[in-house]
């Protein structure tokens, strides 16, 4: 059962509510009503403070678009006709801990916008490798100082001699091991259970279970990590993990969750030499208080957030009108949570 | 008719799946100075001289090309070998030219006076891809040296492709003002574009742009290139959403986001982009990548550009005189990133020895080697 009604020949298409950051929730909103005239749209207030009135658009919603933040401390009471939710963001783990609590009351459905994501994440991770193996930092010091020094470029590694590990093989690891393909990096991904030959895929050199993580992170020039926030990823690097990237001294990019590892770990992982940097896009608490020691870290490098911040609206709710459709004609969803997953 | 070379690179590309490595050689067109060459060309069984003859002072690059020759082939004579600088000596000189096969930077060859002086040289093989200085120092009409002459075409096809999203992504990402707000300990977002919202227009399709258009493809970028000819429908290439002739240029620059000039050093692309050229780029306000040859825009051209928003920016690593002079403009715009000619620059002795050994067999067979200059084209 998905947990939905099939439409009956006589009701109206169920109202579409749009919870979601101001400026946002508005070109959502007039995007959906171009691409689906018919839909019937709902804005609700995108603050944290809900009006009376933005309860009384709740209680009789039967579908809403949102992003977890927002609703993560909501009273799903306040929603007792919600037939399904769909999360714009591809990271749900703020609501799901709430739609666990709240189990008596959550029986929808809840998916996620997966896929719209992945390019520009791997944009990003493929810029972030391009720009160290390349070192743009010192060409641009070199200009600087008016110095034309080819000898010292002259021994770059081309991508074809380098690996990437990948922790959390999902779409979007998986986009990041074609991209990196693309370019002949050898990829190996971290997956929990090892898929069958049929189900490989042509861009993974080697597949790797949670056992062998020891060997991933020997053998990788590059570690990202896409693991999703749950409880079984808290701490997934901290202690001595990060130790086995030694050999390579791995450069570790974290674009998946805060929960992954600690700042701690990631200070003494780069004083004991054990990885080569640290570029981190997510932390535990954001934005990255300015107290924090990695700020001031030259093994670090801070990027705000951004690896997959970026909204082309007609893509953008691609999946949300995909299901949509399929919610309509009572078809099985996309990209739906295991909420006891946690994604 | 050009027809695709299968490489080594093709099979990493693949996931380390091995693939069939295909035998076609790539044909430039009737090359008068191979048939000469092959006339010229000993029978199977005999073992012409090689040498090679190093560029760089204290590179072991040479070294390390030599050793695995003559390690993975001591069939073949690889008996010479000489620093091309700071100077060549008598003894050294004789050495040279006793050589049938030569492994030489064309250039250092022209500083020695050796381009017709080499009698017995049957075939240079050029480590780099890119020869026109060579080809330039000929009238046009010839004579032309005897020997054939073959580059490095597609060795530096994928680092070239690295550069330049290295640099795009770099821009588009803001990955070096990242770096500064982190000085800052400043949290601050900056809205950004992704690849797949940009236009790519290619100047200059040869192996080194049809590579970087299969990587802009990779990105979902549009792609568009300049073209000689536009190709017939079996010859098109996947990667390429617009094919435009040079006398389009105006459309293609209007509509991209970024151009890639790979032109090659010769007389047609003198000033390719110099004049009001630049000017079809304020629709987009074009970023200018070169990574071919310098003679194509002078550098008082670009600053013009930038200076008159024409462009947005400009990502040079090739100039009218490299090294770059002390006192261009080029170097403090705020707009223009220089770079000292690396776009393709990390060569792999072993590789390079790999390539060697390859065409040297193809050579004593008498077969056509990829790559070989044509000189009435200088490339």
């Avoid at chain 1, 895929?201 to 597949?207: G, R």
């Avoid at chain 2, 590579?211 to 996947?238: G, H, T, Y």
């Avoid at chain 2, 060569?347 to 790999?354: E, Q, Y």
Wanted: aromatic content about 8%; proline content about 5%; some cysteine.
């Amino acid at each position: 059962m998905d947990g939905h009604r099939r439409l009956e020949s006589t009701d109206r298409p169920p109202a579409v509510g749009v919870l979601f950051n101001y400026h946002s929730a508005v070109v959502i909103a007039n995007t959906l009503k171009k691409l689906s005239p018919k839909m019937r749209i709902e804005l609700v207030s995108s603050g944290l403070d809900l009006s009376e009135n933005d309860k009384r658009k709740l209680d009789s919603l039967e579908i809403l678009f949102t992003q977890p933040n927002l609703v993560q401390s909501l009273k799903l009471h306040l929603l007792p006709n919600l037939k399904w939710m769909h999360c714009l963001i591809a990271g749900v783990d703020l609501i799901v801990e709430t739609l666990k609590s709240e189990k008596s009351i959550s029986s929808f459905p809840v998916t996620r916008n997966a896929s719209y994501f992945d390019l520009q994440m791997a944009e990003y991770v493929i810029g972030i490798i391009l720009s160290r193996e390349r070192r743009i930092a010192d060409v641009h010091e070199n200009q600087r100082n008016q110095i034309w020094d080819q000898e010292v470029f002259r021994k770059f590694r081309p991508l074809t001699d380098i690996s990437i590990g990948i922790c959390g093989f999902g779409s979007i690891g998986k986009e990041i091991a074609r991209v990196a393909k693309t370019f002949g990096i050898k990829v190996y991904a971290l997956v929990r259970n090892l898929p069958t030959e049929a189900e490989q895929s042509p861009t993974v050199d080697e597949y790797k279970s949670i056992g062998e993580l020891g060997d991933l992170l020997s053998s990788s020039e590059y570690l990202v990590s896409i693991l999703p926030c749950t409880p079984s990823t808290n701490g997934f690097y901290d202690g001595d993990v990060l130790s086995m990237c030694r050999r390579k001294k791995t450069v570790f990019i974290n674009i998946g969750r805060g929960n992954a590892v600690s700042e701690s770990t990631v200070i003494r992982a780069l004083n004991e030499g054990w990885i080569g940097h640290a570029v981190l896009d997510v932390f535990d608490k954001e934005p990255l208080p300015a107290e924090s020691p990695l700020w001031s870290h030259p093994g670090v490098t801070i990027t705000p957030h951004i690896s997959g911040t970026h909204m082309i609206p007609e893509r953008f709710v691609k999946v949300a009108l995909d299901n949509y459709n399929r919610f309509l004609r009572g078809e099985s969803l996309l990209n739906i949570v295991d909420v006891n997953k946690g994604y | 008719m050009i027809r695709c070379v299968q490489t080594e690179i093709i099979k990493r590309l693949f996931g380390g799946k091995s693939v069939n490595r295909s035998t076609t050689l790539k044909m430039l067109s009737v090359d008068p100075s191979s048939s000469v060459g092959a006339s010229m060309r000993k029978e199977e069984g005999t073992r012409p001289l090689v040498g090679i003859l190093a560029t760089f002072v204290g590179s072991p690059l040479e070294r390390e090309i030599a050793d695995a020759v003559q390690k993975t082939r001591p069939d073949i004579r690889f008996e010479v070998f000489v620093r091309g600088k700071p100077t060549i000596s008598e003894k050294e000189m004789e050495d040279l030219k006793s050589c049938e096969i030569l492994i030489a930077d064309p250039n250092i060859i022209l500083e020695n006076n050796l381009v017709n002086n080499l009698p017995n040289l049957k075939w240079m093989h050029c480590l780099w891809a890119g020869v026109d200085r060579f080809t330039r120092s000929f009238s046009p009409s010839g004579p032309y040296p005897s020997y054939l002459l073959t580059r490095n075409g597609d060795f530096f096809c994928i680092q070239m492709a690295e550069y330049v999203f290295g640099y795009i992504i770099d821009k588009e990402r803001h990955i070096t003002e990242m770096k500064k707000l982190k000085e800052q300990s400043l949290w601050k977002r900056l809205p950004y574009r992704t690849l797949s919202e940009l236009t790519l227009g290619i100047v200059g399709f040869g192996d080194i742009g049809k590579e970087i258009a299969r990587v802009a493809k990779a990105f979902q970028m549009n792609v568009w290139a300049l073209v000689k000819s536009f190709p017939k429908d079996d010859e098109q290439c996947q990667h390429v959403d617009e094919y435009r002739l040079s006398s389009d240029l105006p459309e293609l620059l209007a509509a991209s986001d970024y151009v890639v000039s790979i032109l090659p050093s010769v007389p047609s692309t003198d000033g390719f982009f110099d004049g009001d050229m630049l000017s079809h780029c304020s629709p987009k306000l074009t970023t200018f990548m070169n990574i071919g040859r310098g003679n194509v825009v002078k550098d008082e051209t670009i600053i013009a550009a930038l200076d008159r928003g024409w462009i947005g920016g400009a990502v040079l690593d090739v100039f009218s005189v490299e090294p770059l002079p002390d006192d261009s403009p080029l170097w403090t715009h705020p707009k223009v990133i220089v770079t000292p000619h690396i776009a393709g620059l990390c060569i792999s002795g072993s590789k390079i020895a790999g390539d060697f050994v390859q065409n040297y067999d193809r050579f004593v067979k008498g077969e056509t080697l990829p790559y070989t200059v044509d000189w009435d084209k200088g490339y």
